[in-house]
């Protein structure tokens, strides 16, 4: 989820205190210690609550920054990561991928659960279409290139040396990605949903080889974006990167695309800017990101199953969350509705 201008649910408090998911006067321990130039009466905001991790503006009344830790209640395994999220951001700073500055880690002795604090952003998040009517249909058009655009320098990125190349084990990827989303699925499940069952079977018998290995952001939408101010088409931030790893990139684009098939609305309460028909459709994506990085998509139908599965699954542990009353903010009763006509769509897909 993204990091400025759209708060779920405001809730401030200061050092003295709690806000739900933080505990401030650790925080301000924690601060002291690690966080150069911090004045110290440390006060929170919860910006984004629950759909992924859970995302905090906080400020000693000069500086300010982002928190983000991991949401509340039950974790399905491997999701969530702080170390990794962390770690692809302090390693990118120089690569020509816009990221926030790296501040510091922390595990789970602080607040409980581990967390990571980055430098703020300022910027722009189109997250819903009433902050995609604020764009003129030039501007749209250029700005949803111009993030091809950045995925494509992103998937250009040197894995072979340096941190990023202990990120994950490339080779294999899309193997374990197939098993690793059913996986999830049979944990966070709160029906049974035979289209699954299908689009597993399916992916399971077409598997490819990698296509290439690159950083893979894992979540690559438009709302995943921190966008310049004064011109929209400028991506000054990618954010949310606790799914990144190393793995093939043709992943990170047919996601992209996925986001964008109208199925996805009612994940983010039903005017996803990424569902807009203002955007451009699927193919000018595609054809504009092989243009951008030289990559041709190969083994598509794959692809785009495996993004659906993994929209299908994400929708429906969003949605397990909210059951147990473990997110926090509003437009969270829609995302169920999401989840079958995801699964629906990625057996679709995957038949070509």
Avoid at 232 to 251: N, Y
Wanted: one cysteine or more; glycine letters at 10%; hydrophobic letters at 45%.
């Amino acid at each position: 989820m993204s990091v400025t201008d759209t708060t779920e649910t405001p809730g401030t408090t200061d050092a003295v205190g709690t806000t739900d998911g933080l505990d401030l006067a650790a925080l301000d321990v924690f601060l002291h210690q690690h966080v150069d130039g911090y004045r110290g009466g440390v006060t929170a905001e919860l910006v984004s609550g629950g759909r992924s991790n859970l995302t905090y503006r906080v400020t000693d009344g000069e500086h300010v920054w982002i928190l983000r830790r991991p949401p509340l209640g039950t974790l399905t395994p491997s999701a969530h990561d702080m170390g990794r999220e962390y770690r692809v951001v302090a390693a990118l700073a120089g690569s020509g991928v816009p990221v926030a500055p790296a501040v510091a880690l922390a595990d789970d002795a602080v607040l409980g659960v581990p967390f990571a604090l980055t430098g703020f952003v300022d910027g722009i998040v189109v997250r819903s279409e009433d902050d995609l009517a604020a764009l003129d249909d030039p501007t749209v058009r250029a700005t949803a290139f111009s993030l091809v655009d950045t995925l494509a320098a992103l998937h250009a990125v040197d894995v072979t040396t340096g941190p990023l190349a202990e990120l994950g084990r490339p080779a294999g990827y899309l193997r374990r990605q197939v098993e690793r989303w059913y996986g999830q699925w049979q944990r966070v499940a709160t029906r049974e949903l035979p289209d699954v069952d299908t689009l597993h079977g399916l992916l399971d018998a077409t598997c490819p080889a990698e296509s290439d290995h690159a950083v893979v952001h894992g979540d690559f939408r438009i709302d995943n974006a921190i966008l310049d101010r004064d011109d929209p088409t400028v991506v000054r931030a990618l954010v949310d990167w606790e799914m990144a790893t190393l793995g093939d990139p043709l992943a990170d684009l047919a996601l992209h695309v996925v986001y964008g098939d109208p199925v996805f609305a009612p994940v983010l309460a039903g005017a996803a800017a990424s569902t807009s028909p203002r955007m451009p459709g699927a193919d000018e994506l595609v054809e504009h990101y092989a243009a951008s990085s030289g990559r041709e998509p190969r083994d598509w139908a794959f692809h785009r199953g495996l993004a659906y599965l993994k929209v299908a699954v994400i929708a429906e542990g969003i949605h397990a969350r909210h059951l147990r009353g473990d997110t926090r903010g509003d437009g969270f009763a829609t995302v169920g509705e999401a989840t079958a006509p995801l699964a629906a769509a990625g057996v679709v897909a995957a038949r070509g």
